[in-house]
């Protein structure tokens, strides 16, 4: 009876979007995670990392048609965000802040028609501090203009340097109370999607 309610769930495509664009970035590291939690125990909900270092600097001189144009990068991760189901952001903290990779992503999908406009999302983040506490509140301040419907609860914020170890040197989540933490911020996330899409 579970197994044929999981087989005619729908599959949710979760767009994951990592600020950070270093290979062993924790934060990356989470979303790898996130990818790995769902194909092992959250049936009907799937998770793609959408690269965003091929993304120009944003230069409104780069669009074409009065704004409905733009550069060859920008237009397939556009594409890919209006494709996707929800969002799943990994928010590293710079200077108290959103990195700029991500903003900048944020940015260009928002130009002429808004992609990120009524769709949920979820942030996670680590670091150093407070996990990235402070990129999350202003993530969800940017998410208020663009239409975002960020899940309040639970949250999560890997203070990454603190002891026993989170990530290895490859940036891999190694931590099972993290990884189960995790897992409860995507059941939130798919539970607030399907909520949304039957409304």
């Known amino acids: 009876m579970e197994a044929a309610a999981a087989s005619a769930r729908p599959v949710l495509r979760v767009a994951a979007i990592c600020g950070s664009l270093r290979k062993a970035s924790f934060n990356r590291g989470l979303l790898r995670a996130a990818a790995e939690v769902c194909e092992d125990s959250i049936p009907g909900l799937r998770v793609d990392e959408l690269d965003i270092s091929d993304l120009p600097l944003i230069n409104t ?9 733009f550069p060859p990068a920008v237009e397939a991760f556009r594409a890919k965000v209006c494709q996707a189901d929800c969002f799943l952001f990994g928010a590293p903290e710079y200077n108290y802040s959103i990195a700029t990779p991500l903003k900048n992503a944020l940015d260009w999908a928002s130009r002429g028609k808004n992609c990120w406009a009524d769709k949920p999302a979820a942030i996670v983040s680590a670091g150093g501090g407070f996990g990235g506490g402070r990129s999350q509140y202003h993530l969800r301040q940017v998410g208020v203009f663009l239409d975002l ?15 026993p170890p989170k990530f290895d040197s490859d940036g891999n989540l190694i931590d099972a109370q993290i990884r189960e933490r995790l897992k409860q911020v995507l059941l939130s996330l ?3 999607t399907l909520r949304l899409q039957k409304d």
Do not use: M, S, Y
Request: aromatic share 12%; with cysteine.
């Open 61 to 69: 001189d780069l669009e074409t048609g009065g704004g409905t144009g």
């Open 149 to 163: 419907h960020f899940i309040n609860k639970p949250e999560l914020c890997v203070q990454a340097f603190q002891q």
């Open 190 to 192: 798919q539970a607030f």
